[in-house]
């Protein structure tokens, strides 16, 4: 999808008239969240930005089916070219969000953008720094494709020694003399190699459990990137992704290509972008795989925001449920990366006893941080 800046945010109005005038619920709200959306993906990737826009607009299974055909329409007929004189078009792409909210720096002005990036490529390590450190939610459309690259190997390097650090230290402590004297006979009678009782030691389990509803859509894409990443160097990890409802997309992350991975997972049905019950989700959850996929060398990572609009003694009840079951409990928050953000919601301050560790997940350091952390 190449185009300049601000005639791909009128596009996009014009897909959102045109899917509404479809069928779909394409009303303003969706039109700002569109926007939004597309600003945590590379808009040259078909795939993707299809992905982004379905994340948005469809939240059944019969708006999901419908999708791809009117999707498919639009954009290979170039009917926005037919569009972008409409006013309605110009009026919508040119109109302030709501405060707080935040269009993305790639539907901006051209001009703006180039500004953004002078100085800002992604050779040497004061660059890399830089994007280590930037919000996701504030990620400029020129640094899109820079971050993809670095973040993918830098969370496969930590996924990768995180695996290997956690097999280690389930080892049992207990050494065998007798076999460790056995095994360095050969080397003089030195223990270089110790031999250890007990079981041969066990990589940790990993549930991951992460929230797409609509207040997380600007950090749930680059957070899927994570639990793609902990999927390829954990031999035992599941992967659910909930708003109202949980699903898990495990064997759909087990792909050589996170493109792989992000086009099988647009044709799964799932209410992105919608409502959080974050307290009914991890009881389904419990009730349908918690035996299962729980044990006590589990360690349970939920990537949410805590906005829930259930009760808060359900989310604290299925806490203290899973918290009985696992390892660790961790809890990772976007809204921690904000200096102002205290957890004092009804929900939050009711999940805070059950959590072992609770850290922020609002940009690539503080997910590289995981490693440290646990």
């Not at 708006?63 to 170039?78: A, G, H, T, V």
């Not at 990537?303 to 009985?324: Q, Y």
């Not at 957890?343 to 940009?363: G, K, V, Y």
Request: hydrophobic content about 40%.
């Amino acid at each position: 999808m190449h185009q300049e800046p601000d005639r791909l945010a009128t596009s996009i109005v014009a897909f959102c008239r045109f899917a509404r005038s479809s069928g779909l619920p394409a009303g303003m709200q969706q039109v700002l969240a569109a926007l939004e959306a597309v600003k945590a993906v590379a808009i040259a990737d078909r795939q993707m930005f299809a992905f982004a826009l379905r994340s948005v607009l469809c939240s059944s299974q019969e708006e999901w089916e419908r999708f791809d055909r009117l999707f498919d329409e639009f954009w290979n007929s170039r009917r926005s070219q037919t569009e972008l004189g409409s006013e309605e078009g110009q009026k919508l792409a040119t109109q302030k969000p709501p405060a707080g909210s935040k269009v993305l720096a790639g539907v901006t002005t051209a001009d703006s953008v180039s500004t953004e990036s002078e100085g800002k490529t992604v050779s040497g390590a004061s660059a890399q720094q830089r994007l280590r450190k930037v919000d996701f939610s504030e990620m400029s459309h020129a640094d899109l494709a820079a971050l993809e690259q670095l973040s993918l190997r830098l969370l496969h390097q930590m996924s990768l020694r995180l695996s290997r650090r956690m097999k280690l230290d389930d080892t049992a402590d207990r050494v065998d003399l007798r076999r460790s004297i056995r095994r360095n006979i050969t080397r003089g009678g030195d223990p270089i190699t110790l031999a250890y009782k007990g079981r041969r030691p066990r990589q940790k389990r990993l549930v991951i459990f992460l929230d797409i509803s609509g207040s997380m859509s600007l950090y749930s894409l680059f957070l899927l990137r994570f639990a793609y990443a902990l999927q390829k160097h954990f031999k035992r990890v599941n992967t659910f992704l909930f708003s109202t409802s949980v699903v898990e997309v495990s064997d759909v992350l087990k792909t050589e290509r996170l493109s792989d991975a992000l086009t099988n997972l647009s044709h799964r049905t799932m209410e992105w972008s919608g409502g959080t019950k974050i307290g009914g989700s991890l009881r389904e959850f419990n009730r349908r795989r918690g035996r299962r996929a729980l044990s006590r060398n589990t360690i349970f990572i939920i990537l949410s925001d805590g906005w829930d609009t259930g009760e808060p003694e359900m989310l604290a009840a299925e806490l203290r449920s899973v918290r009985r079951r696992v390892d660790k409990l961790v809890w990772l928050n976007p809204l921690l990366g904000l200096k102002e953000y205290q957890p004092i919601t009804r929900s939050m301050s009711a999940s805070l006893p059950h959590i072992d560790i609770f850290a922020p997940a609002h940009n690539l350091e503080s997910l590289l941080a995981l490693e440290r952390h646990l």
